[in-house]
């Protein structure tokens, strides 16, 4: 058994509940807090994994404690230890590595606490999940580049880490997101053109 638990990806039933919530113009509060959460326990251990496999610096997952790769080893006072290779394989195939996207998790992480009102966390949630890895984004730490920038060279959607189903699939779903209207019709339209570029540059 894994001595690492890390946050599962979010179901596309729940995340396509709160959108017809919105356009059905009945906020569910209770349920833009679920999966606002559930995107926010994802994104912490997306980060979590990828500053220790890029930084060697993790976070007990006992007690939270920050721990230093020492000697191909994580050891906490609280008694938990791990391998590097057992922190590895722990991750392994799950989509944990933020790469490209980093900015765009760590962000989130420090903007959705934040939000109050019903209007504001799925802002938080729709500018998260329609996000996309960006070449040398990582490379600038928390800066976030505009994903709609022309200049910009698209990754696949940062979503295909968040959210359950294979990448087609995900792709799908956004694009049902998008064809639904959105929060605002202009920016449902820019992320369907950039959602499109960025399929095309992937074939």
């Given at each position: 058994?894994?001595k690492f638990v890390w946050a599962k990806k979010?179901?596309?039933?729940?995340?396509?509940?709160?959108?017809?919530?919105?356009?059905?113009?009945?906020?569910?509060?209770?349920?833009a807090d679920e999966v606002g959460w559930a995107?926010?326990?994802?994104?912490?251990?997306?980060?979590?994994?990828?500053?220790?496999?890029?930084?060697?610096?993790?976070?007990?997952?006992?007690?939270?404690?920050?721990?230093?790769?020492?000697?191909?080893?994580?050891?906490?006072?609280?008694?938990f230890s791990a391998s590097w290779d057992e922190?590895?394989?722990?991750?392994?195939?799950?989509?944990?590595?933020?790469?490209?996207?980093?900015?765009?998790?760590?962000?989130?992480?420090?903007?959705?606490?934040?939000?109050?009102?019903?209007?504001?966390?799925?802002?938080?949630?729709?500018?998260?999940?329609?996000?996309?890895?960006?070449?040398?984004?990582?490379?600038?730490?928390?800066?976030?580049?505009?994903?709609?920038?022309?200049?910009?060279?698209?990754?696949?959607?940062?979503?295909?880490?968040?959210?359950?189903?294979?990448?087609?699939?995900?792709?799908?779903?956004?694009?049902?997101?998008?064809?639904?209207?959105?929060?605002?019709?202009?920016?449902?339209?820019?992320?369907?053109?950039?959602?499109?570029?960025?399929?095309?540059?992937?074939?």
């Amino acid at each position: 058994m894994s001595k690492f638990v890390w946050a599962k990806k979010v179901p596309r039933e729940l995340i396509r509940r709160l959108y017809e919530s919105d356009a059905a113009a009945i906020p569910d509060d209770e349920l833009a807090d679920e999966v606002g959460w559930a995107l926010y326990t994802r994104c912490d251990a997306i980060v979590n994994v990828t500053e220790g496999y890029e930084l060697g610096r993790l976070r007990c997952p006992e007690c939270g404690r920050e721990l230093t790769l020492t000697d191909e080893h994580f050891i906490c006072g609280c008694g938990f230890s791990a391998s590097w290779d057992e922190f590895r394989r722990s991750y392994k195939a799950k989509q944990l590595y933020g790469a490209n996207a980093l900015p765009f998790f760590k962000r989130y992480l420090s903007e959705f606490p934040r939000a109050e009102s019903f209007g504001e966390k799925l802002i938080a949630i729709d500018t998260l999940i329609h996000s996309f890895h960006v070449l040398h984004s990582y490379r600038l730490g928390d800066i976030s580049p505009d994903p709609y920038d022309e200049n910009n060279r698209l990754g696949r959607p940062a979503a295909a880490n968040l959210i359950e189903g294979s990448l087609s699939e995900v792709v799908r779903f956004l694009d049902e997101l998008s064809e639904r209207g959105g929060i605002e019709p202009t920016e449902s339209e820019r992320r369907r053109a950039a959602l499109k570029r960025a399929n095309g540059a992937n074939r």
